[in-house]
């Protein structure tokens, strides 16, 4: 057994097996059914699962290695983005070179789409897909986790509570990170907060920074961080299918002081992420980290000003933060009337105002605030202001 099995991803030679194991998946093609015909699932399921089962195998037949098996689904992909989408646009891939990898460090909002998006603009840039980082927590389905594994996912281990057996997994995560972009010259994604930012406040987890030393800490902490080519990444959703669900989690927590998930939670949120309306999406590559940090406290900051800088603002941010009880009158954020066509700002106005009326009037202000705060983030960074 290598170093690395419990994690990583499944490589070419291991791709037949894991394919003809979820095609004999009754969950998994339990799940098929129903996303592809959901009016029919119940009553039908039993004779449709078998035909899915056997048109999946003739249309896999013959793929052999995990990058014919991306080039396969890709199509699937675009599509799924084009429904759900106004259109993906991406700044800063041109920079990346072939040959070489990179640790891309995101903003965290959706649970699949944001690896996803990253993936869509560095695969049609033609360049390879980075390695994507997932929490064991998502994984409690043996055919989600060979999904994940068959898409260049790796594990990470989130459910475990001995203090000794957590420094152990992350010290075995952070010498994967490392081998996959010094020795196999495979980029990683990773998020840079454990969880979504529901509320909007994209901040890096200094604990994050710190793990990416662990593995090497007898080199210089700065030295290893630009050994990693640490590339932020800014990923922006106009909308955010999953913004009622987080308002109801935000409004229980400011309430109670606790929230409890209810089992199946993260895949209803996986699936209405994926094939929700988002609006327009935006991902932005900033330059990878060139300057010597001493500490995971500065580094956090200089992510933090690059993430939240690179942040697109869509009318809906500038209309959420108008109606914000929080909004910062110091940093004087212009009207969204000041910056947008009126006819755009027309369009944003009604959805917006749909996707309030929608939600109950107690989990509003958490609503508002989910938009509103990459607005004050990203004018804290030109001010000059963010700590």
């Known amino acids: 057994m290598g ?19 979820l095609l004999g998946d009754k969950a998994f093609l339990d799940i098929l059914t129903h996303f592809r015909f959901p009016r029919f699932a119940g009553a039908l399921g039993w004779m449709l699962k078998p035909l899915i089962a056997h048109r999946l195998r003739r249309e896999f037949a013959g793929i052999t290695s995990v990058a014919t098996l991306q080039d396969k689904v890709e199509f699937y992909v675009d ?12 700044t800063g891939v041109e920079q990346f070179k072939s040959g070489s990898a990179y640790l891309f460090l995101a903003n965290h909002r959706d649970i699949v789409m944001d690896p996803a998006f990253v993936n869509y603009a560095i695969y049609h840039a033609g360049l390879p897909t980075p390695r994507i980082a997932i929490g064991d927590n998502l994984l409690q389905k043996p055919f989600v986790s060979d999904l994940m594994r068959l898409n260049k996912s790796f594990i990470v ?22 081998h996959s972009i010094r020795n196999d010259c495979q980029s990683i994604w990773i998020a840079q ?10 901040r890096t987890e ?116 108008a109606q914000w009880s929080d909004a910062n009158p110091q940093l004087q954020v212009p009207l969204a009337a000041d910056l947008f066509p009126a006819e755009e700002l027309a369009t944003a106005q009604e959805e917006w105002q749909r996707r309030l009326d929608a939600c109950p009037v107690e989990h509003r202000p958490f609503m508002v605030k989910q938009y509103a705060t990459p607005v004050r983030n990203q004018y804290l960074v030109k001010a000059g202001l963010l700590r």
């Open 79 to 90: 599509h799924t983005i084009e429904r759900a989408t106004d259109g993906v646009t991406y």
């Open 206 to 321: 200094s604990a994050i920074l710190k793990m990416f030393h662990m593995s090497r800490k007898d080199e210089p902490f700065g030295e290893v961080i630009r050994s990693l080519n640490l590339t932020p990444v800014s990923i922006s959703y106009e909308y955010d299918p999953c913004d009622q669900a987080k308002a109801r989690e935000l409004y229980i927590r400011a309430t109670t002081g606790t929230y409890s998930k209810v089992p199946g939670e993260d895949d209803a949120s996986i699936a209405k992420g994926i094939t929700g309306y988002k609006g327009r999406v935006h991902v932005n590559f900033a330059a990878p980290i060139c300057e010597l940090f001493e500490d995971t406290k500065q580094l956090a900051i200089e992510m933090d000003r690059q993430i939240l800088g690179g942040y697109r603002l869509f009318p809906v941010h500038y209309l959420a933060y």
């Open 193 to 202: 907060a454990e969880g979504r930012a529901k509320d909007g406040d994209d």
């Open 3 to 21: 170093e690395f099995d419990a994690i990583r991803p499944y490589d070419d030679s291991e791709v037949p097996a894991v394919l003809a194991r």
């Open 157 to 178: 281990h989130r459910s475990i509570i001995g203090r000794r057996e957590k420094m152990a997994a992350y010290q075995l995560l952070s010498a994967y990170i490392s």
